[in-house]
């Protein structure tokens, strides 16, 4: 099963936006930065604007921003803002469903995952999309002009 990497986009993308104060960024922008299609960038910034995280301006100067200091967004409000699992694991074929072992095994395994899932969401929770921004300038990070 292929992981997600929508999380590292949406960091990815942030950090950029960080990066720019004052200055919006165009979705194709985003995406040149990403190596990934713009319609993408729009999707998963579209879910981080509905929880509060960028807003966006549509016309000729439009674009994408953070909608508040990044100083104040932490790693959990933006995984929470994806809606996706850090932690992958296959459940058991559908068609066992009717096992009472494949039943008690997956309740078992998503229980484990779920707080496994808990102590991350706790750590992300002290981690700012500063935090990152600073490592990354730190690394000497392009910026987009």
Not at 93 to 102: E, F, H, L, Y
Not at 121 to 131: E, H, M, N, T, W
Request: net charge positive; with cysteine; aromatic share 4%.
């Amino acid at each position: 099963m292929k992981r997600s990497s929508r999380l590292s986009i949406a960091l990815h993308a942030l950090v950029h936006l960080y990066a720019q104060p004052g200055k919006q960024l165009t979705s194709a922008a985003l995406a040149t930065c990403l190596m990934t299609n713009p319609v993408v960038v729009r999707r998963i910034l579209g879910e981080l604007r509905q929880a509060g995280i960028v807003a966006a301006s549509k016309g000729p100067s439009g674009g994408w921003m953070l909608s508040r200091p990044a100083e104040e967004i932490t790693l959990r409000q933006i995984y929470e803002a994806m809606g996706e699992r850090l932690l992958i694991r296959t459940e058991s074929d559908p068609g066992d469903v009717t096992c009472a072992i494949v039943r008690s095994v997956d309740r078992v395994m998503n229980e484990f995952l779920d707080d496994a899932e808990a102590l991350l969401a706790a750590r992300l929770q002290r981690v700012r999309l500063s935090d990152i921004a600073t490592n990354a300038a730190q690394a000497g990070f392009p910026r987009l002009d």
